[in-house]
């Protein structure tokens, strides 16, 4: 089956402008992340889905930032008004975990990355 | 918040040498992961480790939990060239949020 995958794989855009970035999990997993990583460092939660409702967005840096996952299965993250310091490499995850400690022992599975870079 | 620090954040090593990589956490957390990084690829899962006492291994390599000290460990055994990587080791803050650590890059010298 096919993994976790991400579009596009690179976006370049300008200061101000509004980005989508869209995430395909693997079929069947109810977990979704989205994680920003910047250069030399380790990724940094933004939000988790389980199903359809983001079950913790607390990781959102301000409210520029907005994710969706309107059917359970794709997400996408959306970055309104982009500035500088938003470029980096942007990681989804999915999982086939469920919520609360039945989750325990799940793998995430990473898909590649989309890398924004604003100008 | 869970604070996830790494050691040492850069290792070389020689083929055929063993070294350890640490993993400190700052508050509970009762499973610990470690992923590999290649550059400019995505995370790949090596290790889930669920609970105090906990050992796993593949190949070469050796992942422990110690909850109680809040430290696990990534051993390398005689390391070779294709092992040169970077690990990341994350804890989880109330079940699914993961914290991760800045990375260990390992390159391993012929």
């Known amino acids: 089956g096919a993994g976790v995958s991400q579009t596009p794989s690179n976006k370049v855009t300008e200061k101000g402008k509004y980005v989508e970035l869209r995430c395909d999990p693997i079929s069947g997993h109810t977990a979704l992340y989205w994680y920003r990583q910047s250069l030399g460092q380790g990724p940094e939660f933004l939000i988790y889905f389980q199903g359809t409702g983001a079950a913790d967005d607390s990781g959102l840096p301000n409210d520029r930032f907005f994710a969706v996952r309107p059917e359970g299965s794709v997400s996408t993250l959306k970055i309104q008004r982009t500035e500088r310091g938003d470029s980096a490499v942007y990681l989804c995850a999915s999982s086939p975990g469920t919520s609360g400690r039945a989750s325990w022992g799940h793998e995430q599975f990473f898909g590649p990355g989309t890398r924004l870079t604003v100008l | 918040e869970l604070k996830v620090e790494q050691n040492p954040l850069f290792l070389s090593m020689q083929e055929g040498k063993n070294y350890t990589i640490y993993c400190n956490y700052s508050t509970t957390s009762d499973r610990l992961y470690w992923y590999r990084q290649d550059p400019g690829k995505s995370l790949e899962s090596l290790f889930v480790?669920?609970?105090?006492?906990a050992v796993k291994q593949e190949g070469r390599l050796m992942a422990s939990l110690d909850t109680k000290a809040r430290l696990s460990t990534l051993h390398i055994t005689a390391a070779v060239h294709d092992l040169s990587a970077t690990y990341f080791c994350a804890g989880v803050y109330n079940f699914n949020k993961f914290y991760f650590g800045s990375g260990t890059k390992l390159n391993v010298k012929p």
């Open positions: 480790l669920l609970s105090n006492g």
